[in-house]
């Protein structure tokens, strides 16, 4: 599927907000780094990589393959940090680590080696201060989304949910004790294709994202001092969707958007309506339950129902009795 690129932002910012000019801490942290020989001005980079699911295997699948290609020399060292997982195989990126024989940590352990920098995407862990500044250039984070809008753990979810028409992918740099706030490195958008998924958008943009972290990390340090702060007008926040259990059929109501999500597979499909009989509107749902109205086989109307929390009655504590 062939899509259009763009920039999400226009000229640079006025003087004073310095074309994101490198704050204190980052200016000190440079310093230390230029007078301390092993930490490196130019590539091949040292890489620790944090991630989770399928959009964070294809970042880390790119960083394999520029460490691969010998002659652009872009990654020197790859290591991977994620998430312990139920699962006997673990999840997509610890499969993919093991089968390109990647050095793998799980959370909260990261190793002891020297790295230049970090790289994370869809990790869903607050990382440290103390963490960021073990690495000279700092942690850079690929977001699904054109933040500000969409901080948080579910931008493409959230972007198919609402409707939204237009989105992309944004390189930033993290902070510490707070999600998405960083500056942005690079940033760009592409058109929502209709009817899509949040499963197939999804891979849409990780190819995106993972195309557009190459491209930073070949040029670092320049595109560190070119970041720009966030806008704080359009921020706006995902939740992660929890409830039923993420099996076939768990439903979801999502109170905002008015819209019955329904999880099939791997992927959530978002509903205004379904036909039971008679018509049913999102809001006669509430986490995968239908009201008890409709239950008792009601003739009211859909727009007179309400949806609400189903609570199953607590067992009466019974009197025991002792006959002699």
């Known amino acids: 599927m062939r899509v259009l690129v763009r920039r999400c932002w226009g000229p640079p910012l006025a003087h004073g907000a310095g074309r994101g000019r490198p704050s204190p801490q980052w200016r000190a942290l440079a310093r230390l780094g230029w007078e301390d020989s092993r930490v490196r001005e130019k590539p091949p ?26 002659e652009e020399e872009l990654i020197d060292k790859l290591e991977v940090v994620t998430l312990p997982s139920l699962s006997p195989r673990g999840l997509p990126v610890k499969q993919y680590a093991v ?10 352990d990261v190793g002891s080696g020297e790295y230049d920098v970090g790289v994370v995407a869809s990790f869903g862990r607050l990382l440290s201060e103390a963490l960021i500044l073990k690495f000279p250039y700092g942690i850079l984070n690929v977001h699904p989304s054109c933040l500000p809008r969409w901080r948080g753990p579910a931008p493409v979810i959230h972007t198919v949910l609402h409707g939204d028409t237009v989105t992309g992918v944004t390189i930033m740099q993290i902070r510490p004790k707070r999600f998405d706030v960083g500056p942005i490195l690079k940033q760009e958008t592409i058109p929502v294709p209709p009817k899509s998924t949040a499963k197939e958008l999804e891979a849409v943009l990780s190819r995106l994202g993972a195309n557009m972290l190459i491209s930073v ?25 929890t409830g039923q259990a993420l099996i076939p059929g768990s439903l979801i109501y999502h109170k905002q958007s008015q819209i019955l999500l329904v999880y099939c597979k791997d992927s959530w499909i978002g509903v205004r309506s379904v036909m039971l009989k008679k018509r049913l509107t999102a809001t006669d749902f509430y986490n995968g ?20 929390t189903l609570r199953l009655p607590t067992k009466k504590k019974q009197n025991k009795t002792v006959t002699m």
């Open 217 to 241: 990390l070949k040029n670092l340090p320049e595109s560190l001092s070119n970041g720009r702060q966030q806008p704080t007008e359009g921020a706006t926040y995902d939740p992660k969707l």
């Open 45 to 70: 980079w040292r890489v620790l990589f944090f991630g989770t699911d399928q959009f964070a295997r294809e970042a880390l699948r790119a960083l394999h393959a520029a460490r691969e290609n010998q």
């Open 289 to 308: 339950y239908l009201h008890p109205w409709y239950q008792k086989n009601s003739q009211a109307q859909p727009s007179q129902c309400r949806f609400q």
């Open 99 to 108: 089968q390109s024989q990647l050095p793998i940590y799980e959370w909260p």
